[in-house]
């Protein structure tokens, strides 16, 4: 990798042995690699936390079309989910946990489009104009499926996308924590459906509360937004926003991965105080 400055989120040699076996290899044949994958997602990591546009990329990083053409192609073929679910598999296991969850919770975020276009709608409860973050998390706060659509359509609705997704990919899965807008027809559709129990967390009482297995979500959506790409959605497709969320958890749990296998350096052991030697007696 070549030298030059390191950017805060560049990866560390840590982060990137824990990466580095879920990246794609260079394809055989055709023109030598000009840029280490390294490097590659040092880049994407580097518009995602940094909010800027893929035509900014510092000039110290490989060039904004050859970044963004590895995320658009790991996008398409699925490499970011794969590499996604594997670390998330990984924390799970590190922790403690099953690789399978078997309880969730779910909630949704509204956040603005821009001028760039795509799908869009007007959320009239939140009163924002733009397109709606479905989230499904388990109860470490990790991501296990993220469905973007357009605002305007209802969360029980949106919610259903969610849960047929779910009910392919995590046939453990029993328990779904939700709020008050997704009581109703919502909880007898997701039991005959999916068999799973659908329990409302309500809000008892006036004023701010930490309400109970709904606070892990609103702090993953936390986490989410100390990447500036993902304070509005600036992409065309949902397809590229849903891509977007995955590859900021993909970098939340590296670096927890990295923390948890650094090594404990022994402790320090006391040293035993110098003896003060007598002068020599004179002859």
């Known amino acids: 990798m070549p030298e030059r400055p390191a950017y805060p989120t560049d990866l560390t040699d840590a982060e990137w042995a824990i990466l580095e076996p879920h990246v794609p290899a260079p394809k055989s044949g055709g023109r030598p690699v000009t840029h280490p994958r390294r490097e590659i997602c040092n880049a994407i990591f580097y518009v995602l936390r940094s909010g800027g546009a893929w035509r900014l990329l510092p000039h110290e990083l490989p060039p904004w079309q050859t970044a963004y053409g590895y995320f658009r192609a790991w996008r398409r073929d699925g490499t970011w989910p794969r590499m996604h679910d594997a670390l998330r598999t990984a924390v799970r296991v590190a922790a403690g946990r099953p690789p399978q969850p078997s309880a969730a919770i779910l909630d949704s975020q509204s956040v603005k489009t821009t001028a760039r276009g795509g799908l869009r709608g007007y959320d009239a409860g939140k009163k924002v104009s733009g397109r709606k973050r479905h989230l499904l998390v388990d109860t470490l706060g990790l991501l296990l499926l993220v469905v973007v659509h357009a605002a305007n359509l209802q969360d029980r609705d949106g919610a259903k996308l969610v849960c047929l ?3 392919r990919q995590y046939p453990r899965l029993r328990l779904i924590w939700a709020d008050g807008g997704y009581r109703g027809k919502l909880v007898r559709w997701v039991a005959t459906l999916c068999h799973w129990t659908l329990r409302i ?16 979500v609103e702090r993953t959506f936390a986490w989410l937004l100390h990447f500036r790409r993902l304070s509005k959605d600036y992409e ?13 958890m993909i970098h939340v ?22 003896l003060s030697v007598p002068p020599p007696l004179a002859a």
Do not use: C, D
């Open 165 to 167: 997704r779910a009910k």
């Open 201 to 216: 967390v309500k809000q008892t009482g006036t004023g701010f509360q930490v309400l109970p297995k709904r606070w892990i």
């Open 236 to 248: 065309f497709l949902p397809e590229t926003s849903e891509a977007m969320i995955q590859v900021a």
């Open 253 to 274: 749990m590296v670096r927890r991965l990295a923390r948890q296998h650094r090594p404990v350096l022994p402790a320090a052991q006391p040293v035993a105080p110098l």
